[in-house]
């Protein structure tokens, strides 16, 4: 096994990198704008500008609601645009809104709809409660305009800007006067005890002009809002003037909130439509520390690489030359991994799980390297919503033949012979875990009313992919995988298992295995961090390039560290490898779970009993999922080795 030439690392990342840039491809055309009754309205032009909303979410709860839950301003003539599977299992929910406008005609102050809550009527009372609780949790909109997000753009620390792609609902001061949240944007936020909605936006809609030669009409580039309080003094004749819009926590009267909002366009032709995602995405994770992640994980790899090297091309090769040189006499004093040749290749005990475990691996990182793959490729990139999800289901799905083949020809060379139930397992076991955690989530949002809560009849449709493609799929590979012989090993099996000697502390099994998990851990946490970043802070990740080389360091990291560990065992003459190189690499799984407690209680600032569950209920599924993935490569890595260092040896 040679290590990797540092200089080609480095040129892949560099490629990989570049490649992530590459949002709009084929299926994401751009929309031409132009002004109403203009020279270019029998092109194909659109005149009307209609903004779209999106679920709510908030950083201190893992519930998400849909836009009408909250009673805001409804479009009469509301229509939801089909969403894919990626978009329901991620519970967005798009829908119009009442805010439309028309291309280059700017608006001031222009009414939406007034809201009034009769604190009598226990249903209004009930909305207003919710509208606090949002309020208080931080929950933010997120509106849609030409399919990108309207962001909120501020700034921070050190005059740096941050766009945000959504805005809140509203903000907080407590009862000691501190603002919460949002409220520290302004200083007349500063009524003890009481919560400030913002009721009005800003927004700034930026057009790249097409000149002539190229087409006709314009493209939106970018699209920009201010959030604001204002309590209206005229509801019918908004001025948008006046002091916030304040609701006291302990308010018992009558409140009536007048929505409004403000448009202006504005003209850039120095920004591409291709690249108008960038204003956005600069604000957003830091590329310094992503590369600091890759040369921290390099040196990792080096270090491996370096490690495995000096044992393949000199002990290794030494110890099998003076090997086969000796006589029969001689090779019986010999002491090390030569001398349980006889016993290197019996089969493990409960055979039957370790190959359903393999099977299944085996079809998640085929899934992972294509889903990633396309990512690289900007096939699923965050401008094609629910892409990510969609293709890893949907390979998932038709990954069932190389799952069933390789559960079943290994557990055929492992001796076994209950093929049906072999078979049954590779289909139903993991995926049964995983969909019945899922399933139980999935009642704890119905219960909430939450909009992540996937639909039943799309639960049904997940079913039937299963059981209609992925099961059947299964057994045709599993029909396959037992037709062909079992793999043949190198070496003869003695009748009578070999003795093992006394073990060191650091050559028995668990300190090997919790030893084996810390490097490619090391590998990853950096990258964990982006990750976990958008799943529960809804941050945008896009840095694909940087993952997938992640993804191939996580690979070569885990094959090295289990290939070190495993030879070290057998030298101390313990044979026992085929568990043992599953759990060594396994164990990176263990120390992810870890992380993403530390995550849950340093970074997270989630708050009630059902958030909570939701949380682990999930983490338990990412942890399960990459347990097995990275069981699999490091055995496949160890069963390589243990095959090729004792096909050379010379054993009578």
Known sequence: MKSLNP?????????????SVAFYLPGLAPVSFCEKNSKEDAVECQTEIQLFVNRLDSVESVLPYEYDAFNFCKDKDEIRPSENLGQVLFGERIETSPYKFSFKADKACERVCTILYETAKKEDKLKLDF???????????????????????YLVEDNQKVCNPGFPIGCLVNQEGNPKDACVINADFNRKNTYYVFNHVDITIIYHSEDETTGVGARLVAATLEPKSIKHSDDNNPTCEGTPMDIPVDSSSDIKVTYTYSVKFKQNNEIKWASRWDYILVSMPHSNIQWFSIMNSLVIVLFLSGMVAMIMLRTLHKDIARYNQMDQEEAQEESGWKQVHGDVFRPPKMGMLLSVFL??????????????????????????????????????VLLGTPAGYVSSRLYKTFGGEKWKSNVLLTALLCPGIVFVDFFLMNLILWVEGSSAAVPFGTLVAILALWFGISVPLTFVGAYFGFKKPGIEPPVRTNQIPRQIPQQSFFTKPVPGIIMGGILPFGCIFIQLFFILNSIWSHQMYYMFGFLFLVFIILLITCSEATVLLCYFHLCAEDYHWWWRSFLTSGFTAVYLFVYAVHYFYSKLQIIGAASTILYFGYTSIMVLIFFIFTGTIGFFACYLFVNKIYSVLKVD
């Open 131 to 153: 509208l606090k609780r949002g309020m208080e949790l931080n929950y933010q909109h997120h509106w849609i305009v030409d399919n990108m997000p309207v962001t909120w753009c």
């Open 359 to 396: 099977g299944q691996g085996t079809q998640i990182f085929i899934m992972t390297f294509i889903t990633l793959f396309l990512a690289c490729l900007g096939f699923l990139s965050p401008a094609n919503r629910g892409a990510l999800m969609t293709c890893s289901v949907v390979l998932w």
């Open 7 to 19: 200089s080609f690392i480095f040129l892949l990342s560099l490629t990989l990198v570049s490649s």
